[in-house]
C-alpha cells in the first residue's frame, strides 16, 4: 500500500497549484479521502474530504470557494487532487492526502488508515 503525493511548490499570493495523490496496493474504491495540512510550528488541520461514493465533499472554511477536492475521472488512475486558486501566505504548509476504509470522510486525522508523504507548499512573494 503507497499513497504518492506530489503538486506542491513556491507560489505567489493569488495563485494556484494543483496537488495530486495517487494510490497503489489496494483498491480505491474501498476509501474515503482527505487532505490535511500542517503549517511549521501547528497544529495538524482538516483541509478537505471527499466521500467513496456519491462524491459528497466539506472544505473547511477557510478555504471554501478557493480549493476543490476531487476524485481522477478515469478510476484506473486511483488519484485525489486538491486543486487550489487564490492561495494565500496562510495556506503554507505541507499537504498531507489521507485514505480511511470506509463510505465517509473523518475531521479526526486518526481515523485515517494511510498517508502520503506530504508535499510542501508555500506562498510568498
Known amino acids: 500500500v503507497q499513497l504518492q503525493a506530489s503538486g506542491g511548490g513556491l507560489v505567489q499570493p493569488g495563485g494556484s497549484l494543483r496537488l495530486s495523490c495517487t494510490a497503489s496496493?489496494?483498491?480505491?474504491?474501498?476509501?474515503?479521502f482527505a487532505w490535511f495540512r500542517q503549517a511549521l510550528g501547528k497544529e495538524r488541520e482538516f483541509v478537505a474530504g471527499?466521500?467513496?461514493?456519491?462524491?459528497?465533499?466539506?472544505?473547511t472554511n477557510s478555504v471554501k470557494g478557493r480549493f476543490t477536492i476531487s476524485i481522477s475521472s478515469d478510476r484506473a488512475k486511483n488519484t485525489v487532487y486538491l486543486q487550489m486558486n487564490d492561495l494565500k501566505p496562510e495556506d503554507t504548509a505541507t499537504y498531507y492526502c489521507?485514505?480511511?476504509?470506509?463510505?465517509?470522510?473523518?475531521?479526526?486525522?486518526?481515523?485515517?488508515?494511510?498517508w502520503g508523504q506530504g508535499t510542501l507548499v508555500t506562498v510568498s512573494s
Open positions: 489521507a485514505f480511511k476504509d470506509g463510505l465517509r470522510y473523518s475531521f479526526n486525522g486518526n481515523d485515517y488508515d494511510y
Open positions: 471527499i466521500s467513496r461514493i456519491g462524491g459528497d465533499t466539506y472544505l
Open positions: 496496493g489496494f483498491s480505491f474504491d474501498d476509501y474515503a
